[in-house]
């Protein structure tokens, strides 16, 4: 008898011991499961406040658009100038040109971009004069793609055509005269410096530039140029064809013959 309920109190207390440590586990996993969850809700949390500094002044604050509509002296080879048209076209490319040019000219170009430096000084004057003779409507595409200076660059250039499109061409060719290894640690107060010494005296357009009321107009453009095809730059589109190299100063100099003869 006395050895049955040994063996019963042993098989109670082994039962006992199953039940235990049954619960010992599923308090375990719920540990666990209680830890995953708060790792996963702070990482969710975290997600959602990068999100909102990255995203939230374009979800909910206001939309900066850009847009100008004036003219703008255009320098010959001869040293004259004439005054052509420049505009904003979708809140993007800066439009410079008789509306009724023969030839249209996509011109996509970042200014931290040294072939694109390289190019504009071998071809802008070329350009100019195309531009102020009537032949060729430019569509002027700010874009950045290589260094990030080239956003503040676009960001200055789009405060200034907003505010004082009349000064696009010196702002233009005097951001690509500043060397890029001085661009590299500029800030919004410095390009907002550098437009006042390069001749623009609106005060919004400085203000503009200062509080980096553009900043983001670059990675727009950036993104809608990607789609239209441009993989690099200098890219240039001569009526809606991408050359397959940057047209040179003679090349440009025909497109004048091509548009004189039609």
Known sequence: MADKNREHIQKLREEANAIRKQEEARARRGRVLTQVGIIVGA????????????????????????????????????????????????????VVGA???????????????????????QTGAVYNDLVAAGDVQVTYHAINIVAPYGAEAAAAIASTVAYQPSAFFEVHDGLFGIPGQTQTSWGPADYSSALSQLGVTSEEALAAATNGEFSGWAAANTAASREAGVSGTPSIFVDGELQQTPPDVEALMALAGTANAE
């Open 43 to 94: 990482v969710v949390v975290l997600g959602a406040i990068v999100l909102l500094a990255v995203f939230g002044s374009t979800w909910f604050g206001k939309k900066i658009e850009l847009t100008a509509d004036g003219t703008v002296a255009v320098q010959r080879l001869d040293g004259s100038s004439v005054e052509q048209p420049i505009e904003v076209v979708d809140n993007s490319a800066i």
């Open 99 to 121: 509306a009724d040019a023969p030839v249209k000219i996509d011109y996509y170009y970042d200014y931290s971009c040294p072939h694109c430096v390289d190019y504009h000084e």
